[in-house]
């Protein structure tokens, strides 16, 4: 038998991830078995210990494969928009957010998991910390950004750029919830750039409408 190349066994990682973020969708994380994936995989459950020690670390391992992108490409977004206004950067990033979650079906799906079919108990309970730094990190992302803002003059007087941050980050986690759970569209998800954008505009100096 013929050894496998390290894509050979890059691809098998990928196959177990893709499987996992399927079955998670259908059945819920909890509900979840390891030998499913596996069957979903077309490998053997052994192929999974060889790849992850356990569910968990295959769920982190789904939840960066988006999120890590998705981080970098809202950082882009931060500074590139306008270098003059950073809360339009915080703007964009929020709106790329709801774009990557209408367009991008992995995306979607991996938020969906995340969001609505996952219980942090048990074997999971550990996990929602690793979910939380992710959180964290675009927290000190946002606050760098209303620093900035405040520096320039732009940010709406007696704001803090922390407390701004954390309120901009629960606003944009709530929206996601939402948005996902509105599956019709009647609620959230029509209203969800205007959303946006009235959030942002309530942190200038001088109140846009």
């Not at 606050?143 to 309120?167: F, H, T, V």
């Not at 629960?170 to 750039?193: M, N, P």
């Not at 205007?194 to 505009?201: E, Q, T, V």
């Amino acid at each position: 038998m013929a050894r496998k190349t390290k894509s050979d066994t890059e691809q098998t990682r990928q196959q177990l991830i893709a499987a996992a973020r399927k079955v998670f969708a259908l059945r819920g994380v909890s509900r979840t078995t390891l030998a499913q994936i596996a069957n979903e995989a077309g490998v053997t459950r052994g192929a999974i210990y060889w790849h992850f020690k356990n569910k968990p670390d295959l769920f982190f391992a789904m939840l960066e494969q988006v999120s890590l992108p998705m981080i970098h490409r809202i950082n882009e977004n931060l500074p590139a928009v306008d270098l003059r206004d950073p809360l339009r950067g915080i703007q964009a990033s929020m709106h790329e957010i709801l774009r990557l979650m209408k367009e991008d079906e992995i995306a979607r799906t991996t938020f969906e998991i995340v969001v609505l079919k996952c219980e942090y108990v048990d074997e999971f309970a550990s996990l929602e910390s690793r979910v939380i730094k992710t959180g964290c990190d675009f927290m000190q992302t946002l606050k760098r950004a209303y620093e900035e803002a405040r520096e320039q003059n732009l940010l709406r007087d007696g704001i803090d750029p922390a407390q701004c941050a954390m309120e901009s980050f629960v606003f944009i986690k709530g929206l996601i919830h939402l948005w996902l759970s509105d599956v019709d569209g009647t609620i959230v998800r029509g209203k969800a750039h205007s959303l946006i954008d009235a959030h942002i505009a309530m942190r200038y100096k001088q109140v846009l409408y």
